[in-house]
């Protein structure tokens, strides 16, 4: 099984900034994508961003030159540091995973529980 860890959700003003960490562990044997997703209320959820261990990285239109993503392979963590946040940003993020625990596996996408990001005055 692989854990994922979130942390660094919270409270912010207009315009203020966070950033969010992911430590994954576990049964392990290569990461092929580390991303969050997040989910407001009442929508459905969708990719915000994420990196592959090549460091090809996607954001989505609605967050692109305000969030930045980056991974470190060896101690298998992502961060996603969010500036110049919006109220529309406000949602519970889920740092993802994919990964396979041995050689003969094939990747599965794994779900950390989310952390709540409130974007208000």
């Known amino acids: 099984q692989v854990q994922l860890v979130e942390s660094g959700g919270g409270l912010v003003q207009p315009g203020g900034s966070l950033k969010l960490s992911c430590s994954a562990s576990?049964?392990?044997?290569?990461?092929?994508?580390m991303g969050w997703y997040r989910q407001a209320p009442g929508k459905q959820r969708e990719l915000v961003a994420n990196i592959t261990t090549d460091e090809t990285i996607y954001y989505a239109e609605s967050v692109k030159g305000r969030f930045t993503i980056a991974g470190d392979n060896l101690e298998n963590t992502v961060t996603l540091l969010m500036n110049n946040l919006k109220p529309e940003d406000t949602a519970v993020y889920y740092c993802t995973v994919r990964a396979r625990a041995t050689y003969f596996d094939v990747d599965i996408l794994h779900w950390g529980k989310g952390t709540l990001v409130t974007v208000s005055s």
């Open positions: 576990g049964r392990i044997f290569s990461i092929h994508t």
